[in-house]
């Protein structure tokens, strides 16, 4: 690899990128590890192992370096951006590859452009293990047409630019994460339950019978279809659910959530159901107010305290 980089983060993302393009010295890094000493060691060991080029502080992995990528925890992507815009050097490209909502990135954009660089927003679409290099990247920002090119001097494989604006290639993220860790949280909540009430065989074995596989346009619009039919009804029946879960111990915090969502929608009391997956989205965007000040997922004061349960996901 010609070009020289800053790495800020070396942690799962960022270790596997730097082996993985054989980055070695071009690749000056630094992870906030090496601050603190119970975590040192291992830190500079992992540099080590990788042949890159250790930074003492930040400002020794951004000096002489164009490229930037930051690949941090999402809780400090902001602060790092922050500390990055008061020593980056002017015309610097910062790439930020956090998983962080599209108005996180914004603000880090502002930091860094009010410094005389430039921001894109990165989206790492997939885990980065095994995909490694080959993990698909989505690319937005007014020079999202230099990051690609960059990027892929590093190696990066699947780069695909999908705006001139930052915080629309976040957005496609983290929406698509709506999907994706909902459907994981519904899976353990599912499974947890059925094997509380010895019956995980069998609902097992329904899922795969009724499984169809349908593309999600196909999927989306059915199931909007049945919520905005029998949205009332399923509210009622979830009800239920809710109360065999809690009957097991076993946690109804994404069930509820279907609940409120079952119930808004089917109190549309729509006779005639609009064709095509567009039309059902307006018709439900247009008439369903989010009021989360009414919807009160949490039943006990230790779940009000803890939360959803969820921390933001790195994937």
């Given at each position: 690899m ?20 054989d ?12 601050d ?18 250790p ?52 603000a ?17 679409m ?33 780069i695909r630019?999908?705006?001139?604006d ?13 999907m ?30 009724s499984?169809?596989?349908k593309?999600?346009?196909?999927r ?15 509210a ?19 069930t ?25 989205i307006?018709?439900?965007s247009?008439?369903?107010i ?13 779940e ?6 969820f ?5």
């Amino acid at each position: 690899m010609e070009q020289e980089v800053g790495l800020i983060g070396f942690g799962e993302a960022g270790s596997t990128f730097a082996r993985a393009g054989d980055w070695a010295a071009a690749a000056h890094v630094y992870d906030a590890k090496t601050d603190a000493a119970a975590t040192r060691d291992a830190m500079l060991a992992a540099y080590m192992q990788a042949g890159v080029l250790p930074a003492r502080f930040l400002e020794d992995a951004l000096d002489g370096v164009g490229l930037i990528l930051s690949l941090v925890t999402a809780d400090q992507a902001l602060a790092v951006a922050e500390a990055a815009a008061a020593m980056i050097a002017p015309g610097a490209l910062y790439c930020d590859m956090n998983s962080v909502a599209p108005q996180t990135k914004q603000a880090a954009a502002r930091a860094i452009e009010a410094a005389g660089a430039h921001y894109v927003d990165v989206a790492v679409m997939a885990p980065v293990d095994p995909a490694r290099l080959n993990v698909p990247l989505l690319l937005s920002g007014e020079r999202a047409d230099e990051a690609q090119a960059r990027l892929a001097a590093l190696g990066f494989a699947k780069i695909r630019i999908v705006g001139a604006d930052v915080g629309r290639a976040s957005s496609i993220k983290m929406i698509r994460s709506v999907m994706v860790k909902g459907m994981e949280a519904l899976t353990a909540e599912c499974v947890l339950a059925a094997e509380a009430a010895d019956v995980l065989d069998e609902v097992l074995a329904s899922l795969d019978a009724s499984e169809k596989a349908k593309p999600w346009a196909e999927r989306a619009d059915y199931n909007l279809d049945r919520m905005l039919v029998h949205g009332l009804r399923r509210a009622a029946e979830m009800e239920e659910v809710v109360k065999t879960l809690e009957g097991l111990g076993t946690g109804a915090a994404m069930t509820r959530g279907t609940v409120a969502r079952q119930r808004a929608i089917g109190a549309l009391g729509m006779k005639i159901v609009p064709e095509g997956l567009g039309a059902k989205i307006g018709a439900v965007s247009s008439n369903v107010i989010p009021a989360q000040s009414d919807i009160h997922l949490a039943t006990s004061r230790q779940e009000e305290l803890l939360g959803d349960g969820f921390p933001p996901s790195r994937e």
